[in-house]
């Protein structure tokens, strides 16, 4: 499939293959809504082959925006093609669709990241194509990491082993005893220090060369392999994507990072939780600001060492900056696991 639109390309594919679905003669009950947006066909048909980061040298260092809005820009030239004038898509759903591509492509980088630094540490040579700067710490299958692209609505906490889960859940059941509570918003994104169980198996160290719908599950189902497994010392770094920030996104990564912090750092003892946002347009907010809040467990402590709630606010120029700078992350970060 190709990067950039091919009219011979979307001329050979089947009609629940293309980009477009034309629900005009089986409309959605209680919306006027006729063509839809196939999201994991869009991704297939421009990222079929290719993995920003993982690709030739000009998607590499391509404008990561018009990366991101590649898939929405052939699946309107898709529409225009077929149906011409009648072709009409809401910009609200072209907007969820956007955050959407923006969420699991930028976790496809990441996971490639992470496979290729999974080889090398497992004692394989450092993978030479695309060429990146080989890690300094010293190889160790216990340095290994996973990159977990969560569900909406998922409770990160049953990522913890159970006795983990069960401090949190003698918290929680305390709190509804009084008629409170303390919802977990789930990150989008989780790397997580790889458990010893899944240090031998392949699929960790497995680069993909595109977003087919095969590699679409792969990506969204991968969390579930690691459910109960993971140690809370072991959550290394937590992400939520966001395409644009409103006023009324603004605070939800701060919410779940401040809920994090509290559930690991304060009711489990593990080190410092690392949680970013990543976004293509900040501007219009005092995100940069907002975020420099500390974190509320920390500041509710007293503690010495209170850092912020938010670890940065990054907005990748390119997939070649994203790649590298999760490279530097995994250097720093993983120098703190034990060979």
């Not at 820009?73 to 225009?80: F, H, L």
């Not at 011409?84 to 759903?93: I, L, Q, T």
């Not at 392999?225 to 006023?247: D, N, T």
């Not at 209170?306 to 070649?320: D, G, K, N, Q, S």
């Amino acid at each position: 499939m190709p990067f950039t639109y091919s009219i011979e390309a979307t001329r050979g594919l089947p009609v629940l293959e293309r980009c477009i679905q034309d629900i005009r003669n089986a409309p959605v009950r209680n919306r006027k809504t006729q063509f839809q947006l196939a999201q994991q066909n869009m991704l297939a048909y421009t990222f079929g082959e290719v993995i920003p980061g993982f690709a030739s040298a000009g998607i590499n260092g391509m404008n990561y925006q018009e990366v991101i809005g590649r898939p929405l820009e052939n699946a309107e030239r898709e529409g225009e093609y077929f149906f011409r004038d009648d072709f009409r898509v809401d910009s609200n759903a072209k907007a969820k669709v956007a955050g959407d591509i923006f969420e699991v492509v930028s976790s496809a980088v990441m996971w490639n990241c992470a496979a290729r630094w999974n080889a090398y540490m497992s004692g394989e040579g450092w993978r030479p194509q695309p060429r990146y700067s080989r890690p300094t710490l010293a190889q160790s299958p216990r340095r290994q990491v996973a990159v977990l692209n969560l569900p909406r609505n998922f409770d990160w906490v049953s990522l913890l082993v159970p006795e983990s889960q069960a401090v949190i859940e003698e918290f929680r059941k305390g709190l509804r005893n009084g008629g409170l509570g303390l919802p977990t918003s789930t990150p989008d994104l989780a790397v997580v220090v790889l458990p010893a169980d899944f240090h031998d198996e392949g699929i960790w160290r497995q680069e993909i060369t595109g977003l087919t719908r095969a590699n679409q599950t792969l990506l969204s189902g991968a969390y579930r392999k690691l459910q109960g497994k993971v140690q809370p010392e072991e959550i290394a770094l937590a992400v939520a994507f966001k395409r644009s920030l409103r006023s009324d996104r603004l605070y939800q990564p701060l919410y779940e990072a401040n809920v994090m912090q509290l559930l690991l750092e304060g009711k489990l003892g593990a080190p410092r939780v690392e949680f970013e946002v990543h976004t293509l347009a900040p501007e219009g907010t005092n995100a940069v600001v907002t975020y420099e809040a500390a974190s509320l467990f920390g500041l509710a402590e007293g503690r010495a060492d209170v850092h912020r709630a938010i670890r940065e606010l990054y907005v990748p120029p390119t997939a070649l900056d994203l790649t590298r700078r999760f490279f530097a992350f995994l250097n720093e970060r993983m120098a703190l696991v034990a060979t």
